[in-house]
């Protein structure tokens, strides 16, 4: 049974950092890129920020660019997302998810075994 259980969220004052973690289990996923996604009440869920199976490639929103840092560690199956100078904008549920088929890597159709989220709010 695949599994992925994100962590990390809470509630922050604009300018403030929090750092979200997804833990994996059930499989190996050191051979799969893994992405982060969010989504805002009413809003559909939008691409935040992937990296490939060897830690060699980032890829973020522009809405993050500059702000958030996805990194990995293969040996503990785990993906994680350093979240700084926040914003009340990026209040979402953010979601992990596994990258199985070869659409580009913000598409979501591309992703696969999706977590239930950790709800990350920014106050003003």
């Known amino acids: 049974q695949v599994q992925l259980v994100e962590s990390g969220g809470g509630l922050v004052q604009a300018g403030g950092s929090l750092r979200l973690s997804c833990a994996a289990s059930?499989?190996?996923?050191?051979?799969?890129?893994m992405g982060w996604f969010r989504q805002a009440p009413g809003k559909e869920r939008e691409f935040v920020a992937a990296i490939s199976w060897n830690v060699e490639n980032t890829y973020y929103a522009d809405s993050v660019k500059g702000r958030f840092t996805i990194s990995r560690d293969n040996a503990k199956n785990m993906v994680y997302l350093q979240m700084n100078s926040l914003k009340p904008e990026d209040t979402a549920a953010y979601h992990c998810a596994v990258r199985t088929r070869g659409y580009s890597m913000d598409n979501q159709r591309g992703y696969d075994y999706w977590g239930q989220g950790t709800q990350v709010t920014v106050s003003s």
């Open positions: 059930g499989r190996t996923f050191s051979d799969y890129a």
